[in-house]
C-alpha cells in the first residue's frame, strides 16, 4: 500500500525500522540522566546539553496529569441497589504483629481497610467487629476470641469479593462498548445537523452515560487511553470514522458552508471536531506500534486522499472567523495536542508531512502567531508548537538510525526553518512576562534549535533576553524552591551557549 507516491521508498525503509528491536531502559515521568549506551523509545521527551552531550529522558505528559497513587478497588453496593466501585489506599508496611490465617489473610490489614468505609456501607455490611488486640499490646487474646473476629472478618470479606465478582460480571463487553462508539458516529455522519440541533452541550451526564457526539467522543476517548482498546478500536475500522469528524465538511449540509449556519450550531461542530482530535492523540501517544495510524490514505466524500495527520494540519491551521472564541481556541489546543501525540518519535508521519509541506504550514501559521496573536491562541498552543520542533529535532538526533540521513536531514531543516526559528526567537524577545513553565520549555527549545537556526544577526538581542529571565528569577528568588532555580538557571545557560553556535 503506497502511502503518498513522492516518497514511496522513505515509507518502505520506515516501517522495516518500526519492525526493528532495541535494548531500551525503562522511561519514567521523572527526567533521567541516559548513560552513553542507553537507548530508549521514540516520542519520549528529551532535553540535551549541547555543552555537556548529556541527555535526559522522561514520558511525555501533554496534559500535565499525575500518576496516581496505588490504590484497590472495592464494590458498596448503594441504598438504591447500584453499585460504586471505592478506591483505598495501598500500603507496604505491615503491622508489628499481623494476624494472618492459613490462606494468607491479613485480618487487621482488612479491618484497617474497611474501617475507612462510609458508616453507612459499614452499617450494611452488619458492622465491623472490634480488633480483639491492638498492635503492640502485651495482653493475650484467646483463641475463642481469634475465632470470632476471624470468623466474622471471613465472612465480610467473602461477601465484599462476591459483589465485586457480580460488578465485574454486569459491565458491558469492553468490545461492545467500542462498537456502540462505533454505532453512534455513523449515526451522526447520516445527518449531523439533525443530531446538532438536539444537542445540548451544558447537559450533566452521569459518568459513563452519553446522549450525544460529543459526549460519545469523550467516553469513547477515555477508552482509547488503553493500549489494547486502541487497537480494537482500529480493528473494529473505527479509526477512519473517528478522522472524519475532523473535517468541516462532514457537518455541513451539501450545498452549504459553515459560515452560513448560525453561530450556535457552528459553536457544536468546533466542540465535536475538538473532541475527535483529543481522541485521535490519545489513542496514539507515546505507542510506536499505532504510529503508521497518523498516515493511513483514506478518502472523505469522495474527496482527495487524506490522512490523520493531514486532517490535524487542516484543522489547527483553518483560517477562523474567529480565533478567539473560546471553542477555536480549545479546538487548537486539543489539535496541536493530537499533532504532537502523531508526530513525536513518528519519523513516518514527520516525513510524511514534510512531503506534504505540512511541516511549513505550522511553521508560517506559529510565526504568525508570536508576531501579533499571542493573546488569541493562548500561551498553551504556542507552548506545545515549542516543545513538538524541540522533540522532533532532538529525536532525530539521538535516532539516527530511525531513517535514512537524508530523511532526516530533510525533516530537521524543515522544523530549523526560517519561520520555526523565528517564531522561537519572537517568544524570547517578547515584552511581556512568560509562566516560568512556558520559559523554561523556551530554554529547552532554544538548546536544540539554536546550532541549527540563522540567529546571528540577533544572537547579542537573545541572549540579553535569557539574561532577562534570570534576572527575574533572581529578584523573586523566595517563590522557588532552591533545586528548581538551580535547575532553571542550568538551562539558561546552556541555552545561552548554544546560542553560540548558532549560524
Keep these: 500500500m503506497r502511502i503518498f ?70 464494590a458498596v453496593i448503594q441504598e438504591d441497589g447500584s453499585v460504586q466501585l471505592i478506591a483505598t489506599p495501598q500500603s507496604d508496611e505491615k503491622p508489628e504483629t499481623a494476624m494472618t490465617s492459613e490462606n494468607g489473610y491479613d485480618f487487621e ?12 456501607e459499614q452499617e450494611r455490611i452488619g458492622g465491623l467487629p472490634e480488633l480483639p488486640q491492638n498492635v503492640g499490646s502485651s495482653r493475650r487474646i484467646t483463641s475463642e476470641e481469634r475465632k470470632a473476629f476471624e470468623k466474622r472478618m471471613g465472612d465480610i470479606w467473602e461477601r465484599r469479593q462476591q459483589e465485586l465478582k457480580e460488578l465485574q460480571e454486569g459491565i458491558m463487553d469492553l468490545p461492545e462498548v467500542l462498537k456502540e462508539r462505533i454505532k453512534s458516529i455513523k449515526e451522526y455522519l447520516t445527518d449531523p445537523i439533525a443530531h446538532l440541533n438536539k444537542m445540548t452541550l451544558d447537559e450533566a451526564l452521569p459518568e459513563g452515560r452519553v446522549s450525544h457526539i460529543v459526549s460519545v467522543l469523550q467516553d469513547l476517548e ?31 449540509p451539501q450545498n452549504k458552508t459553515i459560515g452560513r449556519l448560525s453561530r450556535r450550531t457552528e459553536e457544536k461542530i468546533r466542540a465535536v471536531q475538538a473532541q475527535a482530535a483529543w481522541a485521535i492523540g490519545t489513542a496514539v501517544k507515546n505507542t510506536e506500534e499505532f504510529f503508521p495510524y497518523a498516515v493511513e490514505p483514506f478518502s472523505i466524500k469522495n474527496h482527495d486522499k487524506t490522512t490523520a495527520v493531514d486532517e490535524l494540519i487542516n484543522v489547527f491551521c483553518h483560517q477562523y472567523q474567529d480565533p478567539g472564541s473560546w471553542e477555536v481556541r480549545k479546538l487548537m489546543e486539543k489539535a496541536i495536542y493530537g499533532l504532537g501525540a502523531v508526530l513525536r518519535g513518528n519519523r513516518l508521519a514527520q516525513a510524511h508531512i514534510v512531503g506534504r509541506d505540512g511541516a511549513s ?62 517564531a522561537t526567537a519572537q517568544m524570547i524577545e517578547v515584552d511581556e512576562f512568560l509562566a516560568v513553565p512556558v520559559q523554561q520549555t523556551l530554554l529547552e527549545t532554544v538548546q536544540v534549535l539554536a546550532p541549527r537556526c540563522n540567529w546571528s544577526d540577533r544572537k547579542e ?16 528568588e523566595s517563590m522557588f524552591d532552591a533545586e528548581h532555580l538551580e535547575q532553571l538557571n542550568l538551562l539558561a545557560n546552556q541555552a545561552i551557549k548554544s546560542l553560540e553556535k548558532s549560524n
Design 5 to 74: 507516491s513522492r516518497n514511496c521508498g522513505i515509507v518502505l525503509f520506515l516501517c522495516i525500522k518500526f519492525l526493528a528491536d532495541a535494548k531500551e531502559v525503562e522511561v519514567t515521568k521523572e527526567w533521567q540522566l541516559l548513560g552513553d549506551n542507553d537507548t530508549i523509545p521514540a516520542g519520549m521527551h528529551v532535553r540535551m546539553d549541547m555543552s555537556t552531550g548529556e541527555k535526559w529522558v522522561k514520558q511525555i505528559d501533554e496534559d500535565g496529569e499525575e500518576q496516581a497513587s496505588s490504590t484497590t478497588e472495592s
Design 222 to 252: 477515555y477508552h482509547l487511553g488503553d493500549v489494547d482498546m486502541a487497537r480494537d478500536f482500529h480493528t473494529l475500522g473505527g479509526w477512519q470514522l473517528l478522522v472524519t469528524l475532523l473535517s468541516e465538511d462532514v457537518h455541513v
Design 109 to 120: 490489614m482488612m479491618h484497617r481497610t474497611l474501617s475507612k468505609l462510609p458508616k453507612e
Design 361 to 422: 504550514r505550522l511553521g508560517t501559521l506559529f510565526y504568525a502567531i508570536t508576531s501579533d496573536q499571542i493573546q488569541t491562541v493562548g500561551v498553551k498552543v504556542i507552548q506545545r508548537l515549542l516543545s513538538l520542533a524541540g522533540d522532533v529535532v532532538s529525536d532525530i538526533v539521538l535516532h539516527p538510525e530511525n531513517a535514512t540521513p537524508d530523511i532526516n536531514t530533510m525533516i530537521i531543516a524543515a522544523f530549523t526553518s526560517n519561520e520555526w526559528c523565528g
Design 461 to 476: 538581542v537573545l541572549q540579553k533576553s535569557i539574561e532577562a529571565f534570570k534576572k527575574e528569577w533572581d529578584r523573586r
